[in-house]
C-alpha cells in the first residue's frame, strides 16, 4: 500500500506536469481544507494556473460561501463554487480550465489536488460526462494516479487525497478526510468531533439529534442509549456509537456546521495585531 509520503510526491510531481492544477477543497471548511504548501507550489511557478473549486456548496447557505468566496479572492485565490452532487458550475469549471491556457497550445494538462474526500473524483465524473473515477464516501478511496481524457485537448489527472501534516486529528475527524475505523481511540475522537461541532454550530448537535448534554461524553453517552447500542453485558457500548456517529458526519453529512467566515476575519485581525 502506497504510504502518505508517495502520495506527496506523486502530487508534488503531477503539479509540476500540469498546466492547470484544480485545489478541491470543501465549502463547509474552506479555510481548514486549504493545501497552502501545494497552492505557493503553483503560485510560485507563473506558466501555471490555479483554480480552487470549493465544493459541496449545495451543504452551505449561499450567503455564507458567497462570504467565503469574496475572502479567498481578496487572498489571491481564484475560486469556483461547485457541487458535483447538484452539477452546479462544473461547465464554468471546465470553460475556465480550457481558457486559462492560450489558443497556442492544443494539448491542456489539468491536476485535480486537495485533501481526502474533498469531491475530486466527483467532479472529474461530472466533466467527463460519465463515471470514469471511482467515487465513494470512505475518504482516502482513490489510491493512485488516474488520468481521464475529458476532451481532444483536455487531460485531466485524478490524485489521492493528502492530509496535510500540520492538521490536528479532531480537525481531520471534521473534514472527514479519514476513516473513524482506522483510529486509535474511537470515544476520544467522537468527543473531539462533539467538541468542534459546539464551538461551530451551538446548538446544532441537540436539534439534530434531540440529545441535551452538557458536556461530550455526556453527549456520546446519550447517543448511544438512543441508538440502542449495548454491549452483551447490558452496558453502553460507547465505541461503536462514536463510529456511528463520526460517520453520520463523515459519509453522510448529517450535521450542517461550516467554519464561519466572520470568525476567520476577526482571527485573523488579531493575528495582523
Ligand atoms: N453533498 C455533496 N457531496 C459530495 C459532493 N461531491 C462529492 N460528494 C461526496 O463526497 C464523497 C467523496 O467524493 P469523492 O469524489 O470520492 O472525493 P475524492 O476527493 O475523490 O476523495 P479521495 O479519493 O478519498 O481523495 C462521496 O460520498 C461523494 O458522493 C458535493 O458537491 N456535495
Ligand atoms: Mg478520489
Not at 459541496?56 to 479567498?72: A, C, E, F, G, T
Not at 485533501?115 to 466533466?127: D, H, Q, V
Not at 473531539?192 to 441537540?206: F, R, T, Y
Request: hydrophobic share 40%.
Amino acid at each position: 500500500m502506497a504510504k502518505k509520503e508517495d502520495f506527496d510526491m506523486m502530487v508534488r510531481r503531477m503539479i509540476n506536469g500540469s498546466d492547470v492544477v484544480v485545489e478541491v477543497i470543501d465549502a463547509r471548511f474552506p479555510s481548514l481544507s486549504r493545501a497552502k504548501r501545494y497552492e505557493n507550489r503553483v503560485l510560485k511557478n507563473r506558466s501555471k494556473k490555479l483554480f480552487v473549486a470549493m465544493n459541496k456548496v449545495d451543504l452551505v447557505p449561499n450567503k455564507v460561501v458567497q462570504k467565503w468566496k469574496s475572502i479567498l479572492n481578496k487572498e489571491g485565490i481564484y475560486v469556483i463554487p461547485t457541487s458535483a452532487r447538484e452539477r452546479l458550475s462544473t461547465t464554468i469549471l471546465r470553460n475556465s480550465i480550457i481558457s486559462a491556457v492560450g489558443k497556442d497550445f492544443f494539448y491542456i494538462t489539468a491536476c485535480f489536488i486537495g485533501l481526502p474526500n474533498t469531491g475530486k473524483s466527483s467532479l472529474i465524473n461530472i466533466l467527463k460526462g460519465r463515471s470514469s473515477a471511482p467515487v465513494s464516501p470512505i475518504p482516502g478511496f482513490t489510491r493512485a494516479l488516474q488520468v481521464l481524457r475529458i476532451t481532444t485537448r483536455l487531460r485531466i489527472f485524478d490524485t489521492p487525497g493528502v492530509i496535510p501534516i500540520k492538521l490536528s486529528l479532531a480537525n481531520q475527524v471534521l473534514l472527514g478526510v479519514i476513516r473513524p475505523e482506522k483510529l486509535p481511540d474511537y470515544m476520544k475522537a467522537a468527543w473531539a468531533l462533539v467538541h468542534k461541532i459546539d464551538q461551530l454550530n451551538p446548538g446544532i448537535l441537540s436539534e439534530t439529534y434531540e440529545i441535551e448534554y452538557d458536556s461530550p461524553p455526556e453527549f456520546l453517552e446519550k447517543f448511544a442509549e438512543k441508538r440502542h447500542k449495548r454491549k452483551k453485558g447490558g452496558g453502553l457500548d460507547l465505541e461503536t456509537a462514536a463510529v456511528i456517529f463520526m460517520n453520520e458526519h463523515i459519509n453522510k453529512a448529517r450535521i450542517p456546521v461550516w467554519e464561519n467566515p466572520d470568525d476567520y476575519l476577526l482571527n485573523k485581525e488579531k493575528e495582523e495585531i
